[in-house]
């Protein structure tokens, strides 16, 4: 059975980058996905950004989510821009916390991601599919796992409809994820994401800015492969083909790929898998 997809893009800075971006979309909506959603930059830093290439998204014909984070906006400036995506026709948002811009202290009405949650809901009612975000691997300021846990079942009750995992390739810690979250009685889809690999150093980088877990044998592997950018990018695909046919076998309920605004590599694990 063929699961639904989506694809996570993120707002690009140049003409030229918008060109190349619009002809990776068109390769990946090949793939019929779900929808497709785009980031938002510290602090909302590329709300604008963000809005546009949702609403290039829509005007291509797909349906599209785009990322809303809380750090450092009012009510205000919320009700604002819930009114914005209202008009342009957008019907799911990823509902974040969001990360702070370096140098900028907390600032804002909304503390925490299900603040916003609840808020998006107090004032559009069901207007949203509401999407939150969650941590497998927990959170890297979580407290402790089952605050981790706490946290994200907050979100759900403040009226979330389904979550998205950061990326992580042990398959085990997103089914021990789903099972704990069963185990507080909730029901949400948990969707897992898929990040392709394609760069060694991209990769530690982000995961460990991130807290994503990289297994030792996969880190080591890596690093074995030195410069060699095709064993690289041969031994990722895979990788992530595995962990998504074992997500797939498991009963994850889609994939979402963080795409890193590329065609190719999330190309490759899909028609791997058939």
Not at 67 to 74: V, Y
Not at 109 to 128: K, M, N, P, W
Request: hydrophobic share 40%; with cysteine; proline share 5%.
């Amino acid at each position: 059975m063929r699961l639904p997809l989506s694809f996570e893009f993120f707002p690009t800075k140049t003409p030229e980058g918008a060109v190349k971006l619009r002809a990776v979309r068109q390769q990946l909506y090949a793939r019929k996905p779900e929808f497709c959603s785009v980031t938002y930059g510290a602090g909302g830093s590329t709300h604008q950004g963000t809005f546009g290439a949702v609403q290039e998204i829509l005007s291509e014909g797909v349906d599209a989510a785009s990322h809303f984070s809380c750090i450092g906006a009012t009510r205000a400036t919320v009700r604002e821009q819930l009114a914005e995506l209202k008009a342009m026709g957008v019907r799911r948002l990823v509902a974040l916390r969001g990360d702070l811009p370096s140098g900028y202290g907390i600032g804002g009405e909304f503390l925490y991601a299900s603040d916003l949650v609840a808020f998006i809901r107090e004032e559009t009612g069901r207007d949203f599919h509401i999407e939150v975000a969650c941590y497998p691997e927990v959170h890297p300021q979580a407290r402790s796992p089952e605050a981790d846990l706490q946290a994200f079942a907050t979100k759900v009750k403040a009226g979330a409809d389904s979550a998205i995992t950061q990326y992580f390739f042990s398959p085990e810690a997103y089914f021990r994820f789903v099972d704990d979250v069963r185990k507080l009685g909730l029901d949400t889809p948990i969707v897992p994401g898929i990040m392709p690999i394609t760069s060694s150093t991209q990769l530690m980088r982000f995961s460990d800015a991130c807290g994503a877990e990289i297994p030792r044998w996969i880190r080591l592997r890596l690093q074995g492969f030195g410069d060699d950018t095709a064993s690289i990018k041969a031994f990722g695909l895979d990788v992530v083909t595995d962990l998504c046919a074992r997500l797939q076998g498991g009963g994850a309920p889609a994939l979402h790929f963080y795409t890193m605004n590329q065609s190719a590599a999330t190309l490759a694990v899909l028609e791997r898998l058939g």
